[in-house]
T-cell receptor, first 113, second 114 residues
Framework: DTGVSQDPRHKITKRGQNVTFRCDPISEHNRLYWYRQTLGQGPEFLTYFQNEAQLEKSRLLSDRFSAERPKGSFSTLEIQRTEQGDSAMYLC???????????FGPGTRLTVT | QQQVKQSPQSLIVQKGGISIINCAYENTAFDYFPWYQQFPGKGPALLIAIRPDVSEKKEGRFTISFNKSAKQFSLHIMDSQPGDSATYFCAASGASGSARQLTFGSGTQLTVLP
């Protein structure tokens, strides 16, 4: 499978715990995006990388959120001190530099109890 | 500020009918307008996309109509099938800076009755 992959697919955590998600983009895609989708809504942009550089961050990305892409390949999104409002689907997408098409992974469903 | 407005919120169509979903945008920096299809528990899948230099694009049963002056675009699904039942999102993005990320509409839940 050469599509975008995300791990884990589901995560249940207690409020106050830290969680980390991983995204593996389509190989050779140098742009990687993170979005968040709550029930019944469209995805909302969180942050984006070109290679290892984090170029844009949304106001939605509070200081409890951090994202990395250390070698320009896979990326991780960490949420510290989770809150119930963090419950959502976290989606990763990738694209070629210079191309507009973004291809999404299956998402990680986070439930904070 | 919602930059992409999508309607209707839900749509029920008989098998073989035409499904029409509409979107309007505000940001004139947008130059790429895709539609995504999403099934429950799955990530959005790119369906079809258009740029403002054309007024219509067709791929199989799916057609995008684009009206640059009105800042509106729509998705038409011809000969709708029960397997098309899903949530459809319009989106928009630009060529540079903060416009590069996709801005999504709120989605349309399509149900095609057999």
């Amino acid at each position: 499978d050469t599509g975008v992959s995300q791990d884990p697919r589901h995560k249940i955590t207690k409020r106050g715990q830290n969680v980390t998600f991983r995204c593996d983009p389509i190989s050779e895609h140098n742009r990687l995006y993170w979005y968040r989708q709550t029930l019944g809504q469209g995805p909302e942009f969180l942050t984006y990388f070109q290679n290892e550089a984090q170029l844009e961050k949304s106001r939605l990305l509070s200081d409890r959120f951090s994202a990395e892409r250390p070698k320009g390949s896979f990326s991780t999104l960490e949420i510290q001190r989770t809150e119930q409002g963090d419950s959502a689907m976290y989606l990763c997408a990738s694209s070629w530099q210079g191309a507009s098409e973004q291809y999404f992974g299956p998402g990680t469903r986070l439930t904070v109890t | 500020q919602q930059q992409v407005k999508q309607s209707p919120q839900s749509l029920i169509v008989q098998k073989g009918g035409i499904s029409i979903i509409n979107c309007a945008y505000e940001n004139t920096a947008f130059d790429y307008f895709p539609w995504y299809q999403q099934f429950p528990g799955k990530g959005p899948a790119l369906l079809i996309a258009i740029r403002p230099d054309v007024s219509e694009k067709k791929e199989g049963r799916f057609t995008i109509s684009f009206n640059k002056s009105a800042k509106q675009f729509s998705l038409h699904i011809m000969d709708s099938q029960p397997g098309d039942s899903a949530t459809y999102f319009c989106a928009a993005s630009g060529a540079s800076g903060s416009a590069r990320q996709l801005t999504f509409g709120s989605g349309t839940q399509l149900t095609v009755l057999p």
